[in-house]
């Protein structure tokens, strides 16, 4: 079964405002990702939280991660029409190898 | 700079032929992956390696082979390929590492269909 589980599945909002995603996973992690796929296109890698951190960024997004509740957020702020895709989370489980990508959320972005 | 390069993109298949999707990576990335995606399922592991030679069963390996004889190729094979097994194939790759494994880089993607 699949570790992680993003929320919403879609969401819908206006250039200039803020999206956030969340997800869920299961069990302890060594850390967990971020990634963005392009409508027809491969998945390219956002940004890495160890589970030893809280919060991180990058640009215009932030991720955090409460290991106490295995729940991860990533905030995309003054979204932009080119960020609509669809984003998942990853995660590596303890003493794991194999990265495990949840379900997705579907971000729409309009102008 | 190549990355993670899939073969072919696009492949039409009937019940109960076999097909073998190529990958292959030329950033001398010892862990290499396949996954299929499918339609409200996300992206699920079949089959993954941590170096030449070495293989392991991800979540839905049944119906798929792999083999890794060198660091840069991970050739996935359907040996009777079933209408089930529609859907678009992502070869994977990264460094190996321990406790902060990194990135995956990923191809763009096989779309195939078994009719």
């Known amino acids: 079964s699949q570790q992680g589980e993003e929320d919403p599945q879609a969401l819908s909002i206006q250039e200039g405002e803020n999206a956030t995603m969340n997800c869920s996973y299961k069990?302890?992690?060594?850390?967990l990702q971020w990634y963005r796929q392009n409508s027809g296109r491969g998945l390219v890698h956002l940004i890495l939280i160890r589970s030893n951190e809280r919060e991180k960024h990058s640009g215009r997004l932030r991720v955090t991660l409460d290991t106490s509740k295995k729940s991860s957020s990533l905030l995309i702020t003054a979204s932009r029409a080119a960020d609509t895709a669809s984003y998942f989370c990853a995660t590596v489980q303890q003493a794991g190898t194999a990265l495990i990508f949840g379900k997705g959320t579907t971000l729409s972005v309009s102008s | 700079n190549a990355g993670v390069t899939q073969t072919p993109k696009f492949q039409v298949l009937k019940t109960g032929q076999s097909m073998t999707l190529q990958c292959a990576q030329d950033?001398?990335?010892?862990?290499m992956s396949w996954y299929r995606q499918d339609p409200g399922m996300g992206l699920r592991l079949i089959h993954y390696s941590v170096g030449a030679g070495i293989t392991d069963q991800g979540e839905v390996p049944n119906g798929y082979n792999v083999s890794r004889s060198t660091t840069e190729d991970f050739p996935l094979r359907l040996l009777s390929a079933a209408p089930s097994q529609t859907s678009v194939y992502f070869c994977?790759?990264?460094?190996?590492?321990?406790w902060g494994t990194g990135e995956l880089f990923f191809g763009e993607g096989s779309r195939l269909t078994v009719l």
């Open positions: 994977a790759s990264r460094l190996a590492g321990g």
């Open positions: 950033m001398n990335h010892e862990y």
């Open positions: 069990t302890s992690i060594n850390n």
